[in-house]
């Protein structure tokens, strides 16, 4: 059983368009993060949700919207794709928001913007 | 703003030596320090996690250390494995800021 799954794992797509990147975890975690890792494989975190209350949110462009609608989903919807948007989104999940919690990621979802 | 740096970026070493994987960050108030290990096209695996009351964590071949005073924090693998080729990251958390990374190869 895959522990954090991320739908699709290849999205290729125009500028301007709209997409969602979907995330499942069957841990029982109660925090799930989004976290876009650029052409130079430095991994940042863009958001946090603990209870599907939003925690952490970077500077992020606000095209860039979360939705928790339970614990075990966050979904990345992105409006008006750039060029620049082009990455890896990794999903991830861990028990609580921080101390001493253990990250579980996903596979990522490698999103390519023509 | 806390920064994290890793060095040496890559390495290819191999099979059978000892290796050191460095990580140094500027901000000491952390809350704990992760060490994972990325396979291409896969997602990340957490290695092990530190405790900023801690000062080392070992599992199996793997022993991370931490001194939080210097900002530092070392991976070391023993008689490393071709299947240890991966790139290793740290992160420290508060908000898990990442590290750069090592490309680490290991050849037989």
């Known amino acids: 059983d895959t522990a954090v799954s991320q739908t699709p794992k290849y999205l290729v797509t125009q500028m301007g368009n709209d997409k969602s990147i979907k995330c499942e975890q069957n841990l029982g975690h109660d925090t799930m993060y989004w976290y876009k890792q650029d052409s130079k494989k430095f991994l940042k975190i863009m958001f946090s949700?603990?209870?599907?209350?939003?925690?952490i949110n970077e500077t992020v462009p606000n095209r860039f919207s979360p939705k928790s609608p339970d614990k075990a989903h966050l979904n990345l919807h992105i409006n008006s794709l750039e060029l620049g948007d082009s990455a890896v989104y990794f999903c991830?999940?861990?028990?609580?928001?921080?101390?001493?919690?253990?990250?579980?990621f996903g596979a990522g979802s490698r999103l390519t913007v023509l | 703003k806390q920064e994290v740096t890793q060095i040496p970026a890559a390495l290819s070493v191999p099979e059978g030596e000892n290796l050191v994987l460095n990580c140094s960050f500027t901000d000491s108030a952390i809350y704990n320090l992760q060490w994972f290990r990325q396979d291409p096209g896969k997602g990340l695996t957490s290695l092990l996690l530190?405790?900023?009351?801690?000062r080392e964590q070992t599992s199996g071949r793997l022993n991370a250390s931490l001194d939080k005073s210097s900002g530092r924090s070392t991976l070391y693998i023993a008689a490393s494995q071709p299947g240890d080729s991966a790139t290793y990251l740290c992160a420290v958390e508060r908000k898990l800021i990442f590290g750069t990374g090592t490309r680490l190869q290991v050849f037989p």
């Open positions: 991830a999940s861990s028990q609580g928001p921080s101390g001493a919690n253990v990250l579980t």
């Open positions: 949700y603990n209870n599907k209350e939003l925690i």
């Open positions: 530190i405790q900023s009351s801690q």
